[in-house]
């Protein structure tokens, strides 16, 4: 994606583009904490308790079935919207070097 962002601007924001890549990771984590607790009180857990059968079907739920969810939602996008292969990112990193050089000579 930096080297795509370069290759279509001309203006080298590498540093930032590769810094936010983090972002998405620490919102997943927030949001993650967050449904886990929310679900786990949803579904009624109470510290000391004997699990039911609907609260063990709850629990895998929302600590298995919500996140595979996701993983498939995730991995439809980057399937079907991810359009960049490898020869593109290549040749991108390629034009990028030739400009690079072109500009310091």
């Known amino acids: 994606a930096a080297e795509y962002g370069l290759y279509m601007t001309g203006k080298d924001n590498r540093t ?4 936010m890549n983090n972002i998405p990771i620490k919102v997943g984590f927030a949001l993650g904490g967050a449904i886990g607790t929310y679900g ?3 579904i009624g857990y109470t510290a000391g308790m004997t699990p039911t059968p609907e609260f063990v079907n ?3 739920w929302i600590f298995g079935g919500i996140p595979a969810a996701f993983y498939l939602l995730a991995s439809l996008i980057m399937f079907f ?3 960049i292969t490898d020869e593109d990112a290549a040749m991108y990193a390629r034009e990028n070097a030739a400009r690079m050089a072109a500009q310091r000579a």
């Open 40 to 42: 786990l009180s949803i």
């Open 58 to 60: 709850g629990f895998m």
């Open 81 to 83: 919207g991810y359009k």
């Open 16 to 19: 930032v583009a590769m810094s």
